[in-house]
């Protein structure tokens, strides 16, 4: 359905005849359901990230199967999948060395999410461990004998791409920058890098290549400060790079000519693109484009031409790393034919495929769907909305609507806030959309301004404005689904994790009367402890504006340790050991106002876990559903559940490691309040 289809079966549903707008509400509006099997949606896990070998006959992948994420092979003809890493972490990202004979891969340990560098026997074995410093090394690109790994690196204190020989373990730096890809003869690199001054709002961002036999970096998008020239890929013959950039307002293809920096846009239209990939002959490029949330993989003549749509299902075809949430890639098949890919949506995790390029037949190689979830019917699929938010501003949305509800039904509501400071909802396996819309609840899934799909201006308007105009319109979004009678305006949560977290904090915060109960994933509470998390810094400049000491008016309005005297909304903070962001500091400043001010709250923290938990362990996913299912079956849907005990059980045995961060504002106040 196309987007002003769309546009105009919300407004007939709002204004459309008298009954529409103001439907009668039921005497007695629906039970809650008992709903899909917890258990059942935790162990179904998702594959987002792979890669195939240079023969074509094998991808590796990581999968949770075993509970936490582990790297496995399977033929790409299909087949019973094969384990290859079991460490006490987490194994992430696998590369296949040119050669084929091993596997390199990222790893933490204890859920820190600092990863280290590992190779393993493509048949197994035992791993080598390549770096082992306190900081990130991520991103890996094989030299073409397969004798070096190139990858992007915190060790030398800033983001740096290195290479360590995997015969002799010798680290060397080769130049400043970040999302780096090597060319095929392995003299040549492509990255990112930022050098606009203050760029709090995200404006910047350019192609650069780096002579790995020595010279200075030099930039091939030089002088765009107002542009993002992101994902930077090399032709097979290494004189072009496919690379996206927001330079005619939209993220969309284009390559560079290496020798002359000539950049020429292959696509210039209203629609998002990302994960530009070259095919083995160089002769295409594939690329996903965002389709009002429904993602798809297309290909285009790389000189130029129509572009080709590939895939035809709906839903996430080969994700977008660019957008935070839309987990998922694709890859060519060496023999340039077919394209593996990563299919999710809302009634099917996240599996492999391949497809045919010539006649787009495609074929399912894994399946990680639980056998008790296979009935498709049993799940929904959201209606994509758009409506006029905030001062006129055209916003969009996802709605799902339980099975057989009607207008007039007065469900009770749920927020689902985005994470990232930039991302969105797409339309992708989520469980927990899907276990609260199967127990009776509808969730609204807002993609307001600010969030990724929309354009360069939709960003980036919501610049020190994140938490407060991006609220009002999810707020209004929800209201016009109060007055259809789709929602009981008196039996409304909100849950978001990450940024998706301070937005479930925040709003609470700014409109405390329209909640029942609010669920927070690692968020924040206080913005000003927040901005000395030096990960944080560029987060906190962009959605709330500068520092605390440049701006403290937003700061002190959009956390809710300040505001707790007039807030009380329950509240349930989830949060991991491992977490760099969202601190467990913040819960504790969050409970000294809550007990000072008798507000209701708990909180449990996951032990190893990373920031962005419920995307790991199957046993945290089924934890967080059980007790977030308890917290707003008691508090909206007028059941009775001992939260406070199922918290205190789900505690036992996590051992919490403070932060050495301090808490100033507390330290000097003793813990009073700010009323």
Not at 378 to 397: D, H, K, M, N, R
Request: charged share 20%.
């Amino acid at each position: 359905m196309g987007r002003n289809q769309n546009v105009l079966t919300f407004c007939i549903a709002c204004l459309g005849t008298l009954a529409a707008c103001d439907p009668e509400p039921r005497a007695n509006p629906p039970e809650l359901r008992e709903g899909l099997s917890i258990s059942a949606l935790a162990e179904t896990v998702w594959i987002e990230e792979f890669d195939v070998s240079p023969d074509g006959k094998l991808i590796a992948f990581k999968s949770a199967a075993e509970g936490t994420y582990d790297i496995w092979t399977v033929p790409t003809s299909g087949g019973e999948p094969t384990q290859i890493t079991s460490m006490p972490g987490r194994e992430m990202r696998p590369r296949f060395s040119p050669d084929g004979a091993w596997i390199a891969f990222e790893a933490d340990f204890g859920g820190t999410d600092v990863r280290d560098l590992f190779i393993i026997p493509t048949n197994g074995g035992e791993p080598a461990r390549l770096t082992n410093h306190p900081l990130n090394d991520a991103n890996v690109s094989w030299s073409p004998d397969s004798g070096s790994i190139y990858f992007n690196t915190g060790m030398f204190w800033d983001n740096s791409i290195a290479e360590v020989d995997i015969r002799t373990g010798e680290i060397s730096r080769v130049a400043s920058g970040e999302s780096g890809q090597l060319s095929s003869d392995g003299r040549m690199f492509a990255f990112t890098r930022n050098t606009k001054p203050e760029d709090d709002d995200q404006s910047n961002q350019d192609v650069w290549v780096a002579t790995l036999n020595g010279g200075e970096p030099r930039p091939l998008t030089p002088n765009t400060f107002e542009w993002r020239d992101t994902e930077p890929r090399w032709s097979p013959d290494r004189t072009r790079l496919a690379f996206i950039s927001d330079r005619n307002g939209f993220n969309n293809l284009g390559v560079i000519d290496i020798a002359t920096g000539e950049a020429t846009m292959l696509l210039t239209e209203d629609v998002e693109h990302s994960e530009p990939r070259w095919s083995p002959d160089g002769e295409w490029i594939s690329f996903t484009k965002n389709l009002d949330y429904d993602y798809h993989i297309f290909r285009i003549p790389a000189a130029g031409g129509e572009a080709e749509q590939l895939t035809a299902a709906g839903g996430v075809n080969g994700g977008s790393r660019a957008t935070g949430q839309t987990r998922g890639t694709h890859e060519w098949h060496p023999a340039g034919d077919q394209i593996v890919y990563t299919h999710s949506d809302p009634k099917v995790t996240g599996d492999l495929w391949i497809i045919s390029v010539s006649d787009g037949e495609s074929r399912q190689i894994t399946n990680h769907q639980s056998e008790e979830l296979r009935d498709p019917s049993a799940f929904v699929w959201p209606e994509f909305i758009e409506y006029t938010g905030y001062e006129g501003l055209e916003v969009a949305g996802l709605v799902y609507r339980p099975q057989g509800a009607v207008a007039g039904d007065q469900l009770p509501g749920l927020f689902f806030f985005r994470a990232n400071s930039n991302g969105q909802h797409p339309k992708q396996w989520h469980p927990y959309i899907q276990y609260f819309v199967s127990r009776g609840y509808l969730v609204f899934a807002p993609n307001f301004r600010g969030s990724t799909g929309r354009g360069k201006a939709y960003r980036q308007i919501v610049h020190t404005h994140g938490g407060d105009h991006d609220l009002k319109d999810a707020f209004i979004g929800m209201d016009l689904l109060v007055e259809q009678g789709w929602v009981d305006p008196d039996r409304v949560g909100a849950f978001g994790g990450s940024t998706g977290g301070f937005f479930t904090t925040t709003a609470v915060t700014k409109e405390p009367e329209r909640f029942k109960a609010g669920v927070v994933w690692y968020g924040s509470t206080d913005l000003v402890t927040l901005s000395t998390y030096g990960s944080m810094e560029g987060w906190n400049r962009y959605l709330i504006g500068g520092t605390p000491m440049e701006n403290p008016r937003n700061y002190f309005d959009r956390s809710i340790i300040y505001q707790a005297e007039r807030i009380d909304v329950p509240l349930l903070f989830l949060y991991s050991q491992g977490d760099g962001a969202a601190r467990f500091q913040q819960i504790e400043q969050y409970g000294v106002q809550a007990e000072i001010y008798g507000n209701w709250y708990d909180w449990v923290v996951y032990g190893g876990e990373p920031h962005g938990w419920y995307h790991f362990r199957p046993e945290s996913v089924r934890q967080s559903l059980e007790i977030m299912s308890g917290m707003f079956d008691t508090f909206i849907g007028d059941q009775e559940h001992d939260v406070g005990a199922m918290a205190a059980e789900q505690r036992e045995g996590i051992r919490i490691r403070r932060n050495p961060t301090i808490d100033l504002w507390n330290s000097l106040t003793n813990g009073m309040g700010r009323g």
